[in-house]
């Protein structure tokens, strides 16, 4: 009788044994499979953000038809990369330097040339603090003569 109580009951631990260790080596499985699913995923982000960058720059360049869908996103991300300009130039204004027009460069405020492109530098307390802080619309692409080119450009 006891002979069969401890074999029942070594048979019921070892199926309980059994069945612990099928639930790690399912969760095993699990967040192995998981983690092949989220890296495609981030793969298949990553290669629709390249879609999405040369898909704006094509449309910038004219080299792409104008698309309702496509280009009043295009419109915004143009508008914020002028933003993005502005607060740098902001930026550089709080630490008394100031930014090249023609390379974006952080230069010293009292630099006649852009040491990095050579180009001339704009002048002392020019336009940089003049800038608009809550112009992000696209009264804010008039401030930037080469975003203003390529607002012409998409207009036409
Ligand atoms: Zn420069």
Not at 87 to 108: E, P, Q, T, W
Not at 139 to 144: E, K, L
Request: aromatic share 4%; charged share 30%.
């Amino acid at each position: 009788m006891a002979e069969d109580f401890f074999g029942e009951l070594g048979k019921s631990i070892s199926k309980a044994t059994q069945q612990a260790v099928d639930k790690t080596s399912v969760f095993i499985e699990r967040t192995k499979i998981t983690a092949q699913i989220s890296g495609e995923q981030k793969e298949i982000d990553k290669l629709y953000q390249r879609i999405g960058e040369i898909v704006y720059r094509k449309i910038r360049m004219g080299e792409m038809a104008e698309d309702s869908e496509i280009s009043p996103i295009v419109r915004d991300i143009a508008a914020r990369t002028n933003q993005v300009t502005n607060y740098k130039r902001n930026l550089a204004d709080v630490r008394n330097m100031k930014i090249c027009d023609n390379c974006g460069s952080v230069i010293a405020m009292d630099a006649a040339f852009c040491p990095k492109c050579g180009a001339p530098a704009p002048i002392a307390g020019g336009r940089g603090s003049k800038v608009n802080n809550s112009a992000i619309t696209e009264s804010a692409a008039d401030a930037d003569p080469k975003l203003q080119a390529g607002k012409e450009e998409m207009e036409e």
